[in-house]
């Protein structure tokens, strides 16, 4: 089986993101109409992949070098199973609740056992936190939140980001009432490369990253604040609550509970690296490719962008993201892709999930 540059770098034995921190709603536009088609999906916390059924493809293949990753995937499978969509909302911790003990055997009752024993261990900090809230990213935005954000800034400063204004006014509060000397301190502390690399992301996730962690995220909360209207962003809202406000993730919203709930049974979930996937032969309509060319040299880049292409249908799209290392389409492979600028632009504009400073949509030609 092929292997994946980042396996022998990174640590893949815990959930990382419980939730997912990418934009369902610009992902499923970017990769345009599926219907009847064969999806691949990195498989992250799974929010993705099942976002992906309400494309009504075929079948929709999952791939994760990770199996805790792949275990919240087949946690929300049993929640959308057995619970109802408010349920789910308590469960995940999208919602306040008093039962996520009992929900969390509801929708363990029927999974495999190495699944079980993994949410199992976790009971106590889902019953905290919520299922979503149980990842190393999601503690680590947590530390952020109850430690050290109350020196800054007060929760009625807090509260305030998320009161509906106009544009203009956006920037006038981001100006004048959030950006202080103490916030910017707290920027360049907590999202310093050292800082986000031990308690956030994994230190290998960062060998191919140009620039300064923190003044990324400073430029990307700038676009949060300003450029989009923070009361309709739920992962902003998580990051200053805890929990979502009016506004969920695609995956979590009730207008899509029975549509995925109906399509579970088209997910493909198959652990292992993208790579080992693209080596059987079969071909795929869209990809979900997440950020992971960020963690890959260019010359790996160039080489596992190009067996992708090999494992592509004609019109095919694929569909990522770049935090600070840019990727796109190798020169090598110009020929065979065309870059879909004006998706790009319009879905960029309006995509919630901030961290990310390029968002790319290729498709392959006939």
Known sequence: MQRSEIEDKADFGHIRYAQLWEDAD????????????????????????????????????VV??????????????????????????????????????????????????ETRNLWESLAE?????????????????????????????????IDAIFVPRPKS?????????????RWRLLLNIFFSRLVMGRMGRDQAFFDHVEGSPAQHVARRIRHAAVDCDPSENPYLHW?????????????????????IKSRLDRLDIRPGSLEAFVSTGEKADG??????????????????????????APGARLVYWNMMAPRRVPQAFANRVTRLRAVEDRLKAIDKAFFYSDFVVEQVNA
């Open 26 to 61: 610009v992902l499923t536009q970017g990769l345009g109409a599926c219907a009847g088609g064969t999806l691949v999906s990195i498989c992250a916390a799974g929010d993705n992949a099942l976002a992906m059924l309400v494309l009504d493809p075929a079948k929709v293949v």
């Open 125 to 157: 900090d889902v019953d905290q936190h919520g299922a979503g809230g149980v990842g190393k990213f999601e503690r680590y935005f947590r530390i952020f939140r109850t430690r050290l954000l109350p020196f800054v800034h007060s929760q009625k400063t």
């Open 239 to 259: 990051i200053m609550h805890g929990t979502h406000g009016a506004a969920l993730p695609m995956t979590w919203r009730a207008e899509h509970f029975e549509v």
């Open 64 to 113: 994760d070098l990770s199996l805790a990753q792949i275990a919240c995937l087949k946690l929300r499978i049993g929640a959308f199973r057995h619970l109802t969509h408010a349920e789910f909302l308590e469960l995940m911790g999208a919602r306040p609740s008093t039962q996520r003990r009992e929900l969390l055997n509801r929708a363990l009752a029927d999974l495999d056992a």
């Open 287 to 312: 990809f979900n490719l997440s950020d992971i060319f960020e963690y890959m040299s260019p010359d790996v880049f160039e080489q596992v962008y190009g067996t992708i292409l090999n494992a592509a």
């Open 169 to 181: 006014e956006r920037q006038t509060f981001l100006d004048t009432r959030f950006n202080s000397w």
